[in-house]
């Protein structure tokens, strides 16, 4: 339920180009720059009840999780075939790792709708499925700067019920190059 919203332009040149940003579930931490970052003290607080996990121990619900490598090593085929083991009904493990079954929305900043429906149809043909699963959309998010992007997608995520959102890549979405990214 929660939307990042990135700083304005005078927030980041009065904090000399830093910006705040925050987990989903963090408590303390804020985006609103006249609100100052406090410590908080653990001892008498109450166990947190379990984590919700997307994917069994890899992926929890609310929170970043994130692959980096070089350029090349298929980590955009690894997470197409990841989430489209998300959103497919009646598929429980990808990787040996149990999932849970949510929409999943694919924002890329990179190729075209034509080469991710290719690879989503042969990574869902691979699985033995007989299509894409209905719970799978692609969105495509090149050419846009990254404050319209991440609010179409944040739209789009709301809109379609997201349990999980997979973004390719953030190198490119905030420096617009994936090999400057580094």
């Known amino acids: 339920g929660e939307v990042y919203d990135w700083p304005s332009e005078a927030y980041e040149r009065r904090n000399g180009g830093r910006s705040r940003s925050r987990s989903l579930g963090n408590k303390v931490m804020s985006n609103d720059p006249k609100r100052s970052i406090r410590a908080v003290s653990f001892r008498g607080r ?80 691979g699985m033995g499925l007989s299509d894409v699963p209905t719970k799978f959309h692609y969105l495509s998010l090149a050419g846009l700067p990254a404050d319209e992007a991440f609010a179409a997608a944040a739209e789009e995520c709301a809109r379609l019920k997201a349990g999980l959102f997979i973004v390719d890549s953030v190198g490119y979405a905030l420096d617009g190059d994936s090999e400057l990214a580094r």
Do not use: N
């Open 46 to 125: 109450e166990k947190p009840g379990p984590r919700e996990w997307i994917v069994e121990k890899a992926v929890c619900r609310g929170h970043a999780a994130s692959w980096y490598g070089e350029g090349g090593i298929a980590k955009s085929l690894l997470a197409a075939h990841m989430g489209i083991h998300i959103a497919a009904d009646g598929v429980d493990y990808w990787a040996g790792l149990r999932v849970q079954t949510v929409p999943v929305i694919y924002g890329d900043f990179e190729l075209d709708e034509d080469e991710h429906l290719r690879r989503a149809q042969e990574l869902s043909c």
